[in-house]
C-alpha cells in the first residue's frame, strides 16, 4: 500500500480548528452548518449530562471537559447522520455518550500510564489522586450508559460492545504480547481496540441513529477503525515532538512512563549498532525512572528517537492506514459527506509536519 500524502497546496493550516479544516470550502458550507449547529447540541448536552448534584463529583466529571478536545467522535458521527435523516435527538444522544466514554476512558488511562498532564492541564489523579480518578471515569461511563439506553436495545448493544473492546485493548496493552507475537502487530490490534473501535461506534451511531441503510454500516466500521489507527500512531509521532505546546506534554511522556508506543516498536526491528544502543538507553531509563528517578534522563534518548527513522517510518504507516480508511469508503454514495470523511482522514495524519 502506497501512502498518499497530500499535496502541499491542500494541506489545512494548523491555526483553524477540526471541524473547518474538514469542511472547508464552498462545497461544504451547507455541511459546516449542519455540523456545527449539531456540535453545539452536543456540546450543550455533556455540560448538562456531566453536571452532578454532588460536589467533588460534578468538579471531577468536569475536569477534562472543560480542558478542552477535538471533539472528533461527535463529528464523526454527526457526519455519518447525514447518509440517512439527520440530526435526529437520538444522533445527537449517541454522539455524546460516546464522547463521555471516551472522557472516561482518559481518566483510567492517566491512571494506568502514570501521566501527570493531559490537555495542558495537571491530570486528575495528580490533583484528586488515583482512586478518585478512577472512579470518576467509572462515573462517565455509568452516565454514558444511561443516555444509549434512552435509545434503545441497539445503543446499547453498540456501547457494551465498544466498552467491551476499550477494556481489552487496555489489557493486552498492560499485559504485553505473548511470546512468539510480533510486538508490532500486537500493538496495531491494541490501538484497533483502543483508539479504533470507539471512533468506528462513532460513524456507526451516526448511521444507526439516524435510520440509514444498513449497507453503510460496514463501510463506516471499516474507516472509522482504520482511521483511529491511524490516528494513534501520529499521536506516537507528536508524542516525540520537541514542542510542548503541541502536545501538552513533556515529549516521549508515553514512553517515559514505560509504555511502548510504534517509533520504539519499530526501532527494536532495527539491527544497526546505533539503533540497539539507543533501545538500551530508552529501556535503561524506563527502569530508572521506575525506580524514582528524575524523567529527564531520557532527555537526550528521545531526541534521538524523535530523529531516527522509525518515527519517520511510524508516521508513513500513519499515511497508510488513513488510505485504507478511505479505500473502505468506497459502497458509500459519492457527495458531500463521502468527500468529508474522505478530508477528515487526510487532517488527522496532517496534524504535524
Given at each position: 500500500m502506497t501512502p498518499s500524502l497530500p499535496a502541499s497546496g491542500e494541506r489545512l493550516s494548523a491555526q483553524l480548528g477540526l471541524t473547518e479544516r474538514v469542511l472547508a470550502g464552498p462545497r461544504?458550507?451547507?455541511?459546516?452548518?449542519?455540523?456545527?449547529d449539531g456540535l453545539d447540541e452536543v456540546e450543550a448536552t455533556l455540560a448538562r449530562e456531566l453536571t452532578v448534584s454532588d460536589a467533588l463529583a460534578d468538579a471531577t466529571t468536569r475536569y477534562l471537559y472543560e480542558a478542552g478536545g477535538k471533539r472528533v467522535r461527535p463529528m464523526l458521527a454527526l457526519l455519518t447522520a447525514q447518509l440517512g435523516s439527520g440530526t435526529t435527538e437520538h444522533v445527537i444522544a449517541g454522539a455524546t455518550a460516546l464522547e463521555m466514554t471516551h472522557l472516561g476512558s482518559l481518566y483510567h488511562d492517566d491512571v494506568m500510564d502514570g501521566a501527570d498532564v493531559r490537555r495542558g492541564v495537571p491530570s486528575a489523579h495528580a490533583v484528586w489522586g488515583n482512586?478518585?480518578?478512577?472512579?470518576?471515569?467509572?462515573l462517565l461511563f455509568s452516565r454514558a450508559s444511561q443516555l444509549m439506553a434512552q435509545i434503545g436495545e441497539r445503543a446499547i448493544r453498540l456501547q457494551a460492545d465498544t466498552f467491551e473492546r476499550l477494556v481489552l485493548g487496555q489489557m493486552h496493552?498492560?499485559?504485553?504480547?505473548?511470546?512468539?507475537?510480533?510486538?508490532?502487530?500486537?500493538?496495531?490490534?491494541?490501538l484497533a481496540d483502543k483508539t479504533g473501535s470507539l471512533i468506528a461506534a462513532s460513524a456507526q451511531a451516526g448511521v444507526f441513529f439516524s435510520d440509514a441503510s444498513d449497507d453503510y454500516v460496514a463501510p463506516v466500521l471499516e474507516y472509522g477503525e482504520k482511521v483511529g489507527v491511524a490516528f494513534q500512531l501520529l499521536d506516537d509521532v507528536i508524542d516525540l515532538s520537541a514542542d510542548p505546546a503541541e502536545t501538552g506534554k513533556v515529549p516521549g511522556t508515553d514512553l517515559r512512563a514505560g509504555v511502548p508506543t510504534m517509533p520504539y516498536l519499530l526501532l527494536g526491528r532495527a539491527s544497526d549498532p546505533a539503533s540497539r544502543s539507543?533501545?538500551?538507553?530508552?529501556?535503561?531509563?524506563?527502569?530508572?525512572?521506575?525506580?524514582?528517578?528524575?524523567?529527564?534522563?531520557l532527555d537526550d534518548a528521545m531526541t534521538r528517537l524523535r530523529e531516527h527513522p522509525a518515527t519517520e517510518a511510524t508516521r508513513r504507516q500513519a499515511y497508510e492506514w488513513a488510505d485504507a480508511a478511505v479505500a473502505g469508503l468506497e459502497p458509500l454514495p459519492q457527495g458531500p459527506v463521502r468527500e468529508a470523511l474522505v478530508k477528515l482522514s487526510h487532517v488527522i495524519v496532517d496534524r504535524s509536519s
Open positions: 461544504m458550507r451547507k455541511l459546516l452548518g449542519i455540523v456545527e482512586n478518585v480518578a478512577i472512579l470518576t471515569g467509572d496493552e498492560t499485559v504485553g504480547p505473548p511470546s512468539g507475537e510480533d510486538p508490532v502487530e500486537f500493538y496495531l490490534q491494541v539507543l533501545r538500551a538507553t530508552i529501556d535503561d531509563g524506563v527502569a530508572r525512572i521506575a525506580d524514582g528517578a528524575d524523567p529527564a534522563i
